[in-house]
DNA sequence: ACCATATTGATAATCGTTCGCAAGTAGGAA
DNA sequence: TTCCTACTTGCGAACGATTATCAATATGGT
């Protein structure tokens, strides 16, 4: 239900060796992954795949808006598959582990604020980082 | 009613030349500075500083909580000295200027959320991005 | 199958930031 | 004050993530 491969055509994006193995490698991984470790589990599908391909690549899916880009802080960008479903991120500090969440009264309370200060939202970004509690 | 010099030396810290210009800059800065735009205006008190020393200081004064440092996703970190009241950002689009809000609700329901999903809240980023209103 | 165009792999370049090191201070002891 | 030692500095090299360059290769419409 989240055929990356059909939706890059659909978009006229060409479809390569190369795209088709880090499309693959996103819609397996469940986690939030930095290029990386996508070039690292694309390589399953094209062993000769280079690095630059995957930066290539992510950046021409996130402008074509079917990929999220993230900065946690730790030096490297993470992807997501983009979603319909708003939401947010909680890291925990423990482990590094990344959690979705999404909280309505939050996002309604975030364009409430920029109303009040004058502005139309039109992006955003919350992240929560904690230690798990006890 | 924010004198950074005192600060560090009561931190311990020795007091040197190019600290002092440092410190000036960061008291005399209004906007969210990053390291080049310091390094720019520390020259005014210190006309031989050094960038590296900039950058040093900067890690230096975040490491003992008289400065905290910022991703507002141009690439570059901004630094703004570290106020008791929490605050968070909201960044004008059009024009890259960053304004500062409080939202007691919005405090609350941060850490409400987090303890939801069963953590403590240690530290968070919240960012709005919008352009003016109509 | 053919061809113009888009894409690739390899590598150099870029940009913010940090490191390494020799030379230069700060600030406490004498 | 003068000395001394540890901390700081300025400079330039190094670094890590990302982007650009470019010749070679694949794509997909014809």
Redesign the pocket.
């Known amino acids: 239900m989240s055929d990356l491969i059909q939706k890059c055509l659909d978009a006229g994006?060409?479809?390569?060796?190369?795209?088709r193995a880090i499309l693959r490698a996103l819609e397996n991984s469940e986690d939030h992954p930095?290029?990386l470790m996508l070039h690292d589990r694309a390589k399953a599908y094209?062993p000769?795949?280079?690095?630059?391909?995957v930066?290539?690549?992510m950046?021409l899916l996130e402008q074509e808006g079917l990929v999220e880009k993230h900065d946690f802080g730790n030096?490297?960008?993470r992807y997501e598959e983009a979603e319909k479903e708003q939401h947010d991120h909680l890291i925990n500090l423990s482990t590094g582990e990344i959690i979705e969440f999404h909280d309505t009264d939050l996002e309604a309370l975030k364009i409430e604020i920029a109303k009040r200060l004058g502005f139309d939202l039109k992006d955003h970004r919350l992240e929560l980082y904690g230690v798990p509690r006890e």
């Open positions: 994006l060409s479809m390569t060796t190369a795209r930095d290029a094209d000769t795949i280079a690095q630059a391909t930066y290539r690549t950046r030096g490297r960008a």
